[in-house]
Each structure stands twice: as structure tokens, then as C-alpha cells.
């Protein structure tokens, strides 16, 4: 008979090869890069001849900065973040798709008010982003019943698998606006500006700048508070509702990723045929 044990201080050295980087570290490493980045963009005509025109980089610029505006406010877009992730945990407690429809509905109608406040396109362009919006928004409630059984079976099996599900949502929440504030730049970059007038392109890269500046990730942001023991800890395992100080499951889990080693429930829920010798048959 076999006994599996938490991995505590065994195969240490095996543990180390899987460092844990939260969400505020990885993208805060990103903006680290972007902002190192923008010293490449006054060399980018060296090696490649500019061929947009300057009316449609500044067009360019103007959207990025729209659509990064929302961003500015960190702990508004964390809040909401959290709101989304409790309705998806209730969503799947309850096995109601009624949260992501509705959500779905929600989202849909917000792009194309946005679309049809701010946009000066024509109406037959406008009329192409509101049928790709309604079709997306149908192809992603065509899905919502299958992931939801999908998720159920996955988190109900490793729990570890819904705080990595989680925390990938937040990078790319912490990330999107930061590769937006950087496009300001890069369109500035590849704009064919006058021979006599290039210092155009210092105003860009002074716009990125100062966007990526004002969307620093904010550590204070990404931390919370457990709901069992009241302890600091990231900010997803807040809205699941405990941590792997005090979930037994979740912190088994979590060893299991970091010593690369399937979960127990997984192999305990695998069928065995009927050719294979009982478990008090093997050799331990």
C-alpha cells in the first residue's frame, strides 16, 4: 500500500526548478522591457524605410491612448477583475449559465456604445463592428456550457489548476494596456515624417512614456486578504476564498504542480480495467 506525503524540504532541488512568479512580478517585468524598449524606437528608421503616413500614425496614437485610458485606473479595473471571478465561481457552484450570458450581453453592448460615442467611422464600417461583436458575443455563448463542465471537472480535480486559470487573467489585464501605451511610440516610429520636421517622433515616444509611466503595475493592487485566516496573499486567492495556508486540498495541489507529480484525485478518479492487478499486488 502507498502513502503519499506532502513535499515539504524532499526533493528540494527538484522544487527549485519551478519558481512561482505571481502576476505583479511577471508583469511588472514586462514593464520593465516596454519602458527599455522605447530607447530602440529613434533607431528604428536606420533599418527600416517609414511607410505610414503621418494622418494615420497620429490616428493610431490617438486610439492606443482611448483604449489604455480605462486602464489608469489600477484598482477600478482590479475590482471589477474580482467581481468577474467571483461570478464565474458562483457560475460553476451553481451551474447556472445565466451569470456568463448575461456577462456576454453585458460586454457586447458596452463595445459597440463605446464604438458608436467615439468613432467617427462610416456607418457601413460601423455596422461591419457591430455584426463582429454579436458574433462573437454568439460564438461565446455557444462555448459557455462546455467550459463550464470542463472547468468544473478540472478545478474539482486540481485546485491549483483555477489559481493558475485565475492569475493568467490578471497578467493579461496588467499587460494589454501596457502593449497599447507602447504602440503610441512604434506607430510614431514606422510614420514617414517630413525630412525637415522629424522631431515629431520624440512627442510620440514622450506620450508612451508617460502612459507607461501612469500604468506601472501597483503592487498594492495585486495583494488581498484570505478569507479564512485573514492573512496578505495574492489577490486571486482572495476571491476563491482560501489560501495554501489554510486549504489542505489546494496546498496538496500546489505541491503537486511544483514537484511535477499528477494529483492525487486525478488518479484516484482514473478507471481500472479489468486486466490490471489489484493496488496490494504491486511492490512497493
Known sequence: MRVRVLPNRINSRRSSERVRKGPHARSHLVWQILIASLALDPLLPLFATPLLPVDTAVLLAILCALASLPFLAQRTVHKVLSSLRVLHSKSLTVGSQGLPITLALGVGAVLILKVLMFSQLPRGVLLLIIAVVAWSSRKFL?????????????????????????????????????????????????????????????????????????????????????????????????????CLSCDMNLRFSYHSWVHKIPPPEREAAAPATKNSPPERSKKP
Open 142 to 242: 455557444s462555448q459557455v456550457g462546455k467550459q463550464t463542465r470542463e472547468d468544473n471537472a478540472l478545478f474539482a480535480s486540481n485546485p491549483w489548476a483555477k489559481v493558475q486559470r485565475w492569475e493568467q487573467q490578471v497578467i493579461v489585464f496588467a499587460i494589454l494596456p501596457l502593449a497599447l501605451a507602447r504602440m503610441i511610440s512604434l506607430v510614431g516610429a514606422c510614420a514617414d515624417f517630413p525630412a525637415d520636421d522629424q522631431n515629431q517622433q520624440i512627442i510620440f515616444i514622450l506620450v508612451s512614456a508617460i502612459f507607461l509611466g501612469m500604468l506601472q503595475p501597483d503592487r498594492s493592487f495585486f495583494i488581498g486578504t484570505c478569507k479564512t485566516c485573514q492573512r496578505p496573499v495574492p489577490i486571486v486567492f482572495q476571491d476563491i476564498g482560501s
